[in-house]
């Protein structure tokens, strides 16, 4: 007879160990070396449970046991019954410690998924040795800029030695944990990750200041940290799909929600400290005159606007004399 179904011990993955192949019903699961499949679980009874045709369709039934059989959220008691078509999703089952998985032979296959570990070994690498070579100077060139000429020489060995520890220790991290969750290491995967995260990094770091330099728009520079907790969110949401690709639906939302709640506390701590969203109350990144795009601003111009500016300032100082001065006469009268 051909095969009817296929029930699978699958581990914490979802990765099949074992496949007794179903020819005839019913099906019997237990200890005993007389069931069909065989399981080596002191947490599951001698005979606990058979799996029978009936109407057209499964009926699962419990035999005689303490610890029942749990399906999804419901856990089946002796004599208890579930029972759901051959064409359905594979049922899915925990016995004592041991996790079941039958599949129907009529079950309707979902499409097969690419499998980026097809490509070739040069192909994969390519890319990673670029966003490497392209993170390594921009950090190179940031180090030249800020460096005195003495000093550049043990700035940039630094440089490069701190770089090869931060790569090794993060992805070695990333690494260890893919491997105990999935069995493979994926390091290829999160050194991408981690070199493309470092360029968007330092991307959205200094090209927000650079055009709002060029285009007197000082609220890009102001805000420009939305950006930076985007990429991060971004980047932690590739690490862990390196770690579990089953969920990517549930690791978008965690790291959407993560990177919103990030935003909404600076914002709110901005607040507290300057009385404004954005963190800075004015540029501080100045670059050279052959960047600028914007028209240039009359004296006669910027003169009214500083002069729009007095009497706030003046009203702040108010209160800040003000409070000074209460301050003041609190500790004279102490």
């Given at each position: ?26 099906l019997r699961v237990g200890r005993a070396l007389d069931n069909h499949l065989v399981l080596s679980d002191s947490y599951v009874a001698a005979h606990h449970f058979h799996v029978e045709a009936a109407d057209g369709g499964l009926q699962l039934t419990v035999d005689e046991t303490d610890n ?226 914007a028209p240039a601003v009359s004296l006669d111009r910027y003169l009214e606007g500083v002069a729009a500016l007095q009497s706030r300032l003046d009203e702040k100082a108010k209160l800040v004399a003000g409070g000074d001065a209460t301050e003041g006469r609190d500790g004279d009268s102490d």
């Amino acid at each position: 007879m051909g095969a009817l179904a296929v029930i699978e011990t699958v581990d914490r993955d979802g990765q099949a160990r074992h496949a007794v192949i179903v020819r005839r019903w019913p099906l019997r699961v237990g200890r005993a070396l007389d069931n069909h499949l065989v399981l080596s679980d002191s947490y599951v009874a001698a005979h606990h449970f058979h799996v029978e045709a009936a109407d057209g369709g499964l009926q699962l039934t419990v035999d005689e046991t303490d610890n029942g059989v749990q399906i999804g959220r419901r856990r089946l008691r002796s004599g208890e019954q579930h029972r759901w078509a051959p064409d359905e999703a594979p049922l899915e089952m925990i016995v004592g410690r041991t996790r079941l998985r039958l599949r129907c032979a009529v079950e309707v296959l979902p499409a097969e998924l690419p499998l980026a570990g097809l490509a070739t070994r040069s192909r994969r690498w390519v890319p990673s040795l670029v966003a490497a070579c392209v993170l390594l100077a921009a950090l190179l060139f940031i180090t030249f800029l800020d460096t005195d000429p003495d000093a550049l020489g043990r700035a940039s060995a630094g440089l490069l030695l701190a770089a090869l520890a931060t790569t090794a220790l993060w992805c070695g991290l990333w690494a260890m944990l893919s491997k105990t969750f999935t069995r493979q290491a994926r390091f290829g995967w999160h050194l991408r990750v981690f070199l493309f995260a470092g360029i968007a990094g330092l991307a959205v770091d200094h090209v927000p200041s650079l055009l709002a330099f060029a285009l007197s728009w000082s609220w890009l520079s102001s805000f420009d940290f939305i950006a930076l907790y985007a990429v991060a969110a971004l980047a932690l949401y590739y690490h862990l799909l390196g770690v579990d690709l089953t969920r990517p639906r549930f690791l978008r939302i965690g790291a959407a929600a993560g990177a919103a709640f990030a935003m909404a506390l600076t914002l709110w701590s901005n607040v507290q400290r300057n009385e404004r969203f954005g963190e800075e109350l004015y540029m501080s990144h100045l670059y050279a005159p052959v960047f600028r795009l914007a028209p240039a601003v009359s004296l006669d111009r910027y003169l009214e606007g500083v002069a729009a500016l007095q009497s706030r300032l003046d009203e702040k100082a108010k209160l800040v004399a003000g409070g000074d001065a209460t301050e003041g006469r609190d500790g004279d009268s102490d």
